[in-house]
């Protein structure tokens, strides 16, 4: 059964940092891309970032660029999203995505980030 | 970063049929197609439909998905009370390198 536990989520200051944590089971991770998926409360999905098999190629969307650092570790079986400079429009639930067939597959069951004073 | 656009909303009776659409353009749905999502209140998304229109184990046969130029279709057969949910399209948009989300359209069954 494949299994992806996020961990990490918080509530921080605006301008403050966190990392996040996924923790993978059930799958062959690093035959693997994956991604970071968030949402807004009350809002709709928004992805925020991917990493492919060996971590050499990753992307990110344009509101997170140069704050956000996806990467992973394939002997741990963990993906992770170190977040600096967070803002209060990053506050939302972030999920672990394994992706397949260009789809996002698998979902964890997510981990809420809070950016407030 | 622009998404992908869904009606907000679909309401249809039990046991009909409701057809979801994903407007997309030539770099995303028109490129490679759409994948659809399922999200019930409070859980995480589902995945219903790879982007080549192909069901996970699993899914039900109730739930189909098509695609014509820049437009994405899901289309739910038999609606039962458990359709009930918000659902969503995905697809890589290879001009901005990234995957665009739909704006999610909301299902009720009445």
């Known amino acids: 059964e494949v299994q992806l536990v996020e961990s990490g989520g918080d509530l921080v200051q605006p301008g403050g940092s966190l990392r996040l944590s996924c923790a993978a089971s059930?799958?062959?991770?690093?035959?693997?891309?994956m991604s970071w998926v968030r949402q807004a409360p009350g809002k709709g999905l928004e992805w925020v970032a991917n990493?492919?098999?060996?971590?050499?190629?990753?992307y990110y969307v344009d509101s997170v660029k140069g704050r956000f650092t996806i990467s992973r570790d394939n002997a741990n079986n963990s993906l992770y999203l170190q977040m600096n400079s967070l803002r209060v429009e990053d506050t939302a639930v972030y999920y672990c995505?394994?992706?397949?067939?260009?789809?996002?597959?698998?979902w964890g069951q997510g981990t809420l980030v809070t950016v407030s004073s | 970063q622009a998404g992908l656009t869904q009606p907000p909303s679909v309401s249809k009776g039990l046991r009909q049929t409701a057809t979801l659409t994903c407007t997309g353009n030539?770099?995303?749905?028109?490129?490679?197609?759409a994948a659809w999502l399922q999200q019930h209140q409070g859980h995480p998304p589902k995945l219903l439909s790879y982007r080549n229109n192909d069901r996970p184990s699993g899914i039900s046969e109730r739930f189909s998905a098509s695609r014509s130029g820049n437009i994405a279709s899901l289309t739910i057969t038999g609606l039962q009370p458990e359709d009930e949910a918000d659902y969503y399209c995905s697809a890589w948009d290879r001009s901005l390198r990234a995957y665009v989300f739909g704006t999610g359209t909301k299902v009720t069954v009445l």
């Open positions: 030539s770099n995303n749905v028109g490129n490679q197609g």
């Open positions: 059930g799958i062959t991770f690093s035959f693997y891309w």
């Open positions: 995505t394994r992706e397949d067939w260009g789809s996002q597959e698998y």
């Open positions: 990493i492919n098999q060996d971590g050499s190629d990753k």
